[in-house]
């Protein structure tokens, strides 16, 4: 991927989707434009800086920006704040140069024991540890149990993002499967502008852009998201439909590794669901919690 490139269509993407009439500006001559959101003038104009400045940003040419230029832009363009953050980073990739070439992060990402205990230690949430790439790295057993059709290759390491675009089975796994194609898509890239230079990450790309209309299509939206929380419904192959909530941590220790937990709500068929799960997957059976 060319980074300059990158910026400029990044910033393309996100001015098209602003009106005039969403950033106060005056709608003259609406039926005579020939984008459908802002102009770059109407950009440098609401940023503060001149239309040349700004049109040598869309062009990739940012060299010495500031990061008091880049914020005045993030308000401009109404970024939130993965957008805002991705931004940032595009610039920090291309003014790094040959210096974030040189970086490279070890060749296999391991999880530590004493995350592996944790893991284990939570019984009743199904819970995994994945990277940047969204691999798989180590799960528990009820994590294993809920999220079993992306483990049913034994001896590769899972991959979210391999398993919603190219297996036929993850459609009927993720009940809003749809949308979370969009989201997964939006994740990597929002990794892809944090290390550019990532080999493994450039390869999965190609590879999904290759052999995924729907990832390749969603990749040149440009879009970026935060995943933290939320909630995932699933139909799984043994108890049915399953509604969890998700908390997504960074392991602050551990760079580029976040630990995902889900819980279901007190009361709830999913609870009841869970609880099966892990009364048959619980190494040492305790009682479970309540309903």
Not at 8 to 16: E, V
Not at 94 to 103: K, L, P, S
Not at 228 to 257: C, F, I, N
């Amino acid at each position: 991927m060319d980074r300059r490139n990158e910026i400029g269509d990044f910033l393309t993407s996100r001015r098209a989707k602003i009106t005039p009439g969403q950033a106060g500006l005056p709608q003259y001559g609406t039926g005579h434009r020939r984008v459908p959101g802002l102009r770059r003038e109407e950009v440098a104009l609401l940023a503060g800086m001149s239309v040349d400045y700004y049109t040598r940003l869309e062009r990739g040419n940012a060299g010495g920006v500031s990061d008091g230029v880049l914020e005045a832009l993030a308000r401009a363009l109404q970024l939130d704040e993965a957008e805002r953050e991705h931004l940032f980073d595009l610039i920090r990739a291309v003014n790094a140069g040959t210096a974030t070439r040189a970086r490279r992060r070890p060749a296999k990402q391991q999880v530590r024991p004493g995350v592996q205990r944790i893991l284990d230690a939570m019984i009743t949430a199904p819970a995994y540890v994945r990277n940047g790439h969204l691999d798989i790295l180590a799960a528990n057993h009820l994590g294993r149990a809920v999220f079993s059709p992306l483990f049913a290759h034994p001896g590769r390491t899972p991959n979210i993002a391999r398993f919603i675009f190219l297996d036929p089975a993850a459609p009927d796994f993720y009940l809003d499967w749809e949308q979370l194609t969009a989201d997964t898509v939006a994740l990597l890239r929002g990794e892809a502008g944090r290390d550019p230079y990532d080999r493994a990450l450039t390869d999965l790309i190609g590879e999904l852009s290759t052999r995924s209309d729907r990832f390749r299509t969603s990749w040149a939206a440009h879009n970026v998201r935060l995943h933290r929380t939320g909630v995932k419904r699933l139909h799984h192959p043994e108890v049915g439909d399953l509604t969890l909530t998700y908390e997504s941590m960074e392991l602050t220790a551990d760079a580029g590794l976040r630990l995902n937990a889900y819980t279901a709500e007190p009361g709830t068929p999913s609870l009841e669901a869970l609880n099966l799960l892990a009364s048959w997957t619980t190494p040492n059976p305790v009682e479970r919690v309540e309903k």
